[in-house]
């Protein structure tokens, strides 16, 4: 059983940044694929980003360019850059990971989740 945590979100400023961190207990973490989503209120999770076990990465459209995924195999931690920040971009974030290897987009793909953190961006 894999079990993530998110760290790294707070409220910051239109045009500022934040490091969003995904930690998992799982030693075999380098392993997955790992995605980030998130949730704003009333709204459906939608995809942010997705890193697979051999660091290729994607992005939704809309936020290519500001937010950058990554990952650092021997913390086994995934992060999530987020510049330029906009009011829009406020929700909760989770990361989400699948031992299956392929740049998923739907929610259904990942079997593991954690907790969300929290992003709030003021204008």
């Known amino acids: 059983q894999v079990q993530l945590v998110e760290s790294g979100g707070g409220l910051v400023q239109s045009g500022g940044s934040l490091r969003l961190s995904c930690a998992a207990s799982e030693r075999t973490f380098s392993r997955y694929t790992v995605a980030w989503f998130r949730q704003a209120p009333g709204k459906e999770r939608e995809f942010v980003a997705v890193?697979?076990?051999?660091?290729?990465?994607a992005h939704a459209d809309s936020m290519k360019g500001r937010f950058t995924i990554s990952r650092d195999n021997p913390k086994n931690t995934v992060y999530l850059q987020m510049n330029s920040l906009k009011p829009e971009d406020t929700a909760v974030y989770y990361c989400a990971a699948t031992s299956n290897f392929g740049w998923f987009r739907q929610r259904g793909e990942y079997a593991y989740w954690g907790q969300g953190t929290q992003v709030t961006v003021s204008s």
């Open positions: 890193i697979t076990s051999v660091g290729s990465a």
